[in-house]
């Protein structure tokens, strides 16, 4: 059974870097088939896809945050990572991992981290 | 990339059906039938329910059905029931290949 497990620190100052990281278990993230993306939900508010990324290092961002944002995979750790750099309270949110399986579903999530709490203050 | 647009708010009575919507454009949604949807209960990671517009996956109930007109997408859920209750989120591909969700609607099992 695939799991995902988000962690990293639940407070960070503004303008800093924020960096997430999510574990996969129960299965390799060295598929040709598996996209790995990250999504973020403000208090209150709606999802928001941030980017998702191939493990062979390819990736897609969002056009809003494309040029905050590394997503990278670390295939020897099975672990994928978020860097959300000069953060601002705005980027306060709940964050997610999730898997894309283009094998059977096509641009689609089908498979979510609980997700892991970031709050930006000072 | 602009949200998809959602209904802030749907409401249903037991065993009724209710339907959301989830309009965008011909870049996403009217272009593509990569449309997913996902249920989410307070506290709670989003669940895969809807995939290609109208695909379910395995183990999601045959309540929950997706259909697609132009540019705009909806869920439909039959035979509402208590636990059906929970926000809902539309999910499309945008050409170019990235992802942009809509805003959530909120369902209300009255």
């Known amino acids: 059974q695939l799991q995902l497990q988000e962690s990293g620190p639940g407070l960070v100052k503004p303008s800093e870097t924020l960096a997430l990281t999510c574990i996969v278990s129960?299965?390799?993230?060295?598929?040709?088939?598996?996209?790995w993306g990250w999504i973020r939900q403000p208090p209150g508010k709606g999802l928001e896809w941030i980017g998702s990324?191939?493990?062979?290092?390819?990736?897609y961002y969002t056009p809003s945050l494309k040029s905050r944002v590394t997503i990278s995979a670390d295939t020897s750790k099975n672990q994928l990572s978020l860097k959300l750099y000069s953060v601002t309270a705005a980027d306060t949110a709940l964050y997610f991992c999730a898997r894309e399986d283009s094998s059977y579903y096509d641009n689609a999530f089908d498979i979510w981290g609980q997700g892991t709490v970031v709050t930006v203050s000072s | 990339q602009s949200a998809l647009t959602q209904p802030a708010s749907v409401s249903g009575s037991p065993g009724q059906s209710i339907t959301i919507s989830c309009t965008g454009t011909s870049s996403d949604v009217g272009g593509y039938n990569y449309v997913s949807w996902y249920q989410q209960h307070p506290g709670k990671a989003p669940k895969f329910m809807i995939y290609d517009v109208n695909k379910r996956p395995s183990g999601v109930s045959t309540r929950f059905s997706g259909s697609k007109s132009g540019n705009t997408a909806s869920l439909t859920i039959s035979g509402l029931q208590a636990e059906d209750e929970a926000d809902y989120y539309c999910c499309s591909y945008v050409h170019g290949g990235t992802l942009v969700f809509g805003g959530g609607t909120k369902l209300t099992v009255l």
């Open positions: 990324v191939h493990y062979s290092g390819s990736t």
């Open positions: 129960g299965g390799s993230i060295s598929s040709y088939s598996f996209y």
